[in-house]
C-alpha cells in the first residue's frame, strides 16, 4: 500500500449541432457568432460565481447561479453543461455536502471541457 494513484477525469463536451444550427438560421453566422461569444463569457463568469458559492457555503446563490448557467448551456446547446448545472441547482437545497462538492466538481469538469470545446467552434464558421 506504498503506492498512491492519483485519478483524473475528463468528461468530453456534449454540444447539440442541431442548436448551433439554428442559432445560425435564427441570427444568421456573424450574429451567430456574436452571441456565441457573449454566451462564452456570460457561462466562464458564471461558473466562476456558482464556484465561489460553493466554497463559501452559499447555497442560495449556488442554485441560483446553477440554474442561470444550466439556462445560458441551454440556449447555446451544451447539453451536457446543462444536465449538471440543473443536478447542482436540484442538491444545493439538500443537506448532503458530499453529492454537492462532487456534482460541483463535475459541473468545473464538464464546463471547462464545454468551454473550449465550444471556444474550438466559434474559432470556425458556424
Same mark, same amino acid.
Given at each position: 500500500?506504498?503506492?498512491?494513484?492519483?485519478?483524473?477525469?475528463?468528461?468530453?463536451?456534449?454540444?447539440?449541432?442541431?442548436?448551433?444550427?439554428?442559432?445560425?438560421?435564427?441570427?444568421?453566422?456573424?450574429?451567430?457568432?456574436?452571441?456565441?461569444?457573449?454566451? /462564452?463569457?456570460? %457561462?466562464?463568469?458564471?461558473? $466562476?460565481?456558482?464556484?465561489?458559492?460553493?466554497?463559501?457555503?452559499? &447555497? =442560495? @446563490? !449556488?442554485?441560483?447561479?446553477?440554474?442561470?448557467?444550466?439556462?445560458?448551456?441551454?440556449?447555446?446547446? /451544451?447539453?451536457? %453543461?446543462?444536465?449538471?448545472? $440543473?443536478?447542482?441547482?436540484?442538491?444545493?437545497?439538500?443537506?448532503? &455536502? =458530499? @453529492? !454537492?462538492?462532487?456534482?460541483?466538481?463535475?459541473?468545473?469538469?464538464?464546463?471547462?471541457?464545454?468551454?473550449?470545446?465550444?471556444?474550438?467552434?466559434?474559432?470556425?464558421?458556424?
Amino acid at each position: 500500500m506504498s503506492q498512491i494513484s492519483r485519478l483524473h477525469y475528463a468528461e468530453p463536451a456534449q454540444v447539440d449541432r442541431l442548436r448551433l444550427e439554428e442559432l445560425v438560421y435564427d441570427h444568421g453566422p456573424q450574429g451567430a457568432e456574436r452571441l456565441m461569444g457573449r454566451t /462564452l463569457e456570460d %457561462l466562464a463568469v458564471r461558473l $466562476n460565481q456558482a464556484e465561489r458559492a460553493w466554497r463559501k457555503g452559499h &447555497s =442560495a @446563490a !449556488l442554485q441560483r447561479d446553477a440554474n442561470s448557467l444550466a439556462d445560458l448551456a441551454y440556449g447555446v446547446g /451544451l447539453v451536457g %453543461l446543462c444536465q449538471v448545472a $440543473n443536478a447542482v441547482a436540484e442538491i444545493a437545497v439538500t443537506d448532503d &455536502s =458530499a @453529492a !454537492l462538492g462532487a456534482t460541483v466538481a463535475r459541473m468545473m469538469r464538464v464546463g471547462e471541457a464545454s468551454l473550449m470545446s465550444a471556444w474550438d467552434l466559434d474559432g470556425q464558421t458556424l
